[in-house]
């Protein structure tokens, strides 16, 4: 089984400053994809961003980042320029093949 | 809009009274999947279907079951809800092998 691993449970950051979230895996696949989903209070899960594991470049969405080092198996998650709506559970998640496992979250709260 | 589509939001049931909770999707994906989230924990993936091949997890008890009729639709039965069932399950789908997975809104059950 894949082993997730989100060393930080709580993390809180004032508005408008950046905030990295950490992500490390275990993987013996070399074909797999990297995913963060927010999930808010509401319930509902959001996609994030992206990073197949064959890409050279880091991905970027909008205020979203990822860094991305394949070799540590790491793919830490940048939110530049916070909101207060960017208070969530914010969950790592691997796919290989057809499963999607996530990581316990971390969650933040940003603080205005 | 709403793309996958998840009823009754709120589920009620008594101890041991079996339970079905439905999952509808409109993007016409392949694959579809249930996770069920407790409190304060990551969704954990119970099983999947490709096409209508059903894919279990090793670690999903009995007590749950799933049909996918058509590719649409796919069901989540339990057959003998227990107090520790109560959690948000949550169904998604995919299309390509490592696209992201699109999630419904999720449906809160509770047994009592």
């Known amino acids: 089984a894949q082993k997730i691993t989100q060393t930080q449970p709580g993390m809180f950051v004032q508005e408008k400053e950046a905030v990295t979230l950490d992500c490390t895996y275990d993987t013996s696949d070399q074909s797999y994809g990297l995913f963060w989903y927010k999930q808010p209070s509401s319930g509902e899960m959001i996609f994030l961003i992206y990073?197949?594991?064959?890409?050279?470049q880091n991905a970027t969405e909008g205020r979203y980042s990822l860094n991305f080092q394949k070799a540590r198996k790491s793919a830490n998650l940048v939110i530049s320029a916070s909101q207060l709506g960017d208070s969530a559970m914010y969950f790592c998640?691997?796919?290989?093949?057809?499963?999607?496992?996530f990581g316990k979250g971390t969650l933040l709260t940003v603080n205005p | 809009d709403a793309m996958v589509i998840q009823n009754p939001r709120y589920q009620v049931t008594q101890f041991g009274k079996p339970v079905t909770l439905s999952c509808s999707q409109t993007?016409?994906?392949?694959?579809m999947y249930w996770y069920q989230q407790k409190s304060s924990q990551a969704p954990k993936l119970l099983f999947h279907?490709?096409?209508?091949?059903?894919?279990n997890e090793a670690d999903t008890p009995d007590n749950f079951q799933s049909r996918r009729p058509n590719t649409s639709f796919c069901f989540l039965d339990i057959r003998s809800p227990g107090l520790g069932d109560a959690a948000m399950y949550l169904c998604a789908t995919s299309g390509r092998k490592n696209e992201k997975l699109f999630f419904g809104s999720g449906t809160q059950l509770s047994v009592l």
């Open positions: 279907y490709y096409d209508k091949d059903f894919n």
């Open positions: 990073q197949g594991s064959y890409d050279e």
């Open positions: 993007l016409n994906h392949n694959v």
């Open positions: 998640a691997p796919r290989s093949n057809y499963k999607l496992t």
